[in-house]
């Protein structure tokens, strides 16, 4: 009895069957100028996943205490945060589910009017790999509207919920004009991203889970989801990952959160990666900012 390819296991997929899936989404040419703005010996992005309540919201919970974990990112993470980056005078990238920013519009103006960008992060933080292409186009151009009514523009850059990117992310990418993503892994440096093969222009500013604050401090009573690592260790990761761009010449990106960033204990991290950067001589940017970079500086490689 012959099976469909919706029936088989991957080992009993034909040839073609992987090979679509391998390549239906793939990093193109890398994006690694020579050369950073006013000869900085390298770039940092930094990030903030402002997620607030929908991390509880999403799954339809009812949780107030993982709610009130979210609200400490607005009501305390996020001026922390803005204190900071504001001091040093270092703009970054702030990824805003719409429904965050239904709920606290004041603070994505006053992001945006102190240089930062906001940026599209999907509606309720919902998993897009779970939604038909129909439902996710939908939530992301709704998403788009909402931050657009927001702050007063249109978003051109995007990172998926949880960085869930499914089959159909790419495409809808395409077709809103978004100038970059940032949600994928292929590299450490910028670069374009292939759809089927062809250059989609949509640029990538890849991610990496080991430069990411949640896995390392995320907390579910609920679930055996408990912090195992000590700030000083993330730190060490964080600053030896910075080290190395600088020795590249390339791209430091780093994702936090407000509501995990910011306790007394931890703060300290972004304050010491700022100020590393600022000694090093690095170019501060928006996620947007340096994909614009990149892309008008490519034929340099």
Same mark, same amino acid.
């Given at each position: 009895?012959q099976?469909?390819?919706?029936?088989q296991?991957p080992?009993?997929?034909?040839?073609e069957?992987w090979?679509? $899936?391998v390549n239906h989404?793939?990093?193109?040419?890398t994006?690694?100028p020579?050369r950073?703005?006013?000869? /900085?010996p390298?770039a940092?992005?930094?990030s903030?996943?402002?997620?607030?309540?929908?991390?509880?919201?999403r799954?339809g919970?009812n949780?107030?205490?993982?709610m009130?974990?979210?609200?400490y990112?607005?009501?305390?993470?996020?001026?922390?945060?803005e204190?900071?980056?504001?001091?040093?005078?270092v703009?970054?990238?702030?990824?805003v589910?719409a429904v965050?920013?239904?709920l606290?519009?004041?603070e994505?103006?006053r992001?945006q009017?102190?240089g930062?960008?906001i940026?599209?992060?999907g509606? %309720?933080?919902?998993l897009?790999?779970v939604?038909?292409?129909?439902?996710?186009?939908?939530?992301?151009l709704?998403?788009?509207?909402?931050?657009?009514?927001v702050?007063g523009?249109?978003?051109?850059?995007?990172?998926?919920p949880s960085?869930?990117f499914?089959?159909?992310t790419?495409? %809808?990418?395409?077709?809103m004009?978004?100038l970059?993503?940032?949600?994928?892994m292929?590299?450490?440096?910028?670069?374009?991203?292939?759809?089927?093969?062809e /250059?989609?222009g949509?640029?990538?500013?890849?991610v990496?889970?080991?430069?990411?604050?949640?896995?390392?401090?995320?907390?579910?009573?609920?679930q055996?989801?408990?912090p195992?690592?000590?700030?000083?260790?993330? +730190?060490?990761i +964080?600053?030896?990952?910075?080290?190395?761009?600088?020795r590249?010449g390339?791209?430091?990106?780093?994702?936090?959160?407000?509501?995990? %960033?910011?306790?007394r204990?931890?703060?300290w %991290?972004l304050?010491?990666?700022?100020?590393?950067g $600022?000694?090093?001589?690095?170019? +501060?940017?928006?996620?947007a900012?340096v994909v614009r970079w990149? $892309?008008?500086?490519?034929?340099?490689?």
């Amino acid at each position: 009895m012959q099976h469909s390819e919706s029936e088989q296991q991957p080992w009993q997929w034909p040839d073609e069957t992987w090979q679509q $899936k391998v390549n239906h989404v793939r990093a193109g040419r890398t994006l690694k100028p020579r050369r950073w703005p006013g000869d /900085a010996p390298f770039a940092i992005a930094l990030s903030f996943d402002s997620d607030h309540e929908t991390n509880e919201l999403r799954e339809g919970g009812n949780s107030y205490g993982r709610m009130s974990w979210g609200q400490y990112g607005t009501r305390v993470g996020i001026p922390r945060i803005e204190a900071i980056l504001s001091s040093a005078g270092v703009p970054a990238s702030f990824y805003v589910p719409a429904v965050c920013a239904l709920l606290y519009p004041e603070e994505q103006g006053r992001l945006q009017a102190q240089g930062h960008e906001i940026a599209l992060h999907g509606w %309720i933080h919902e998993l897009n790999s779970v939604l038909s292409y129909e439902d996710e186009r939908s939530l992301m151009l709704k998403s788009a509207d909402t931050l657009e009514k927001v702050t007063g523009q249109r978003p051109v850059g995007m990172r998926t919920p949880s960085w869930d990117f499914s089959p159909h992310t790419l495409r %809808i990418a395409k077709e809103m004009g978004l100038l970059y993503d940032s949600s994928l892994m292929a590299d450490e440096h910028c670069y374009e991203l292939l759809l089927d093969g062809e /250059a989609s222009g949509v640029v990538e500013l890849p991610v990496e889970w080991i430069r990411d604050d949640a896995v390392y401090f995320m907390m579910n009573r609920f679930q055996a989801l408990r912090p195992y690592t000590s700030p000083e260790s993330v +730190f060490d990761i +964080f600053r030896r990952e910075l080290e190395y761009a600088q020795r590249e010449g390339g791209l430091f990106q780093l994702t936090m959160h407000p509501h995990i %960033i910011s306790p007394r204990s931890r703060i300290w %991290i972004l304050e010491e990666i700022v100020r590393l950067g $600022k000694a090093s001589g690095a170019w +501060f940017a928006t996620h947007a900012d340096v994909v614009r970079w990149v $892309k008008a500086h490519s034929a340099e490689i």
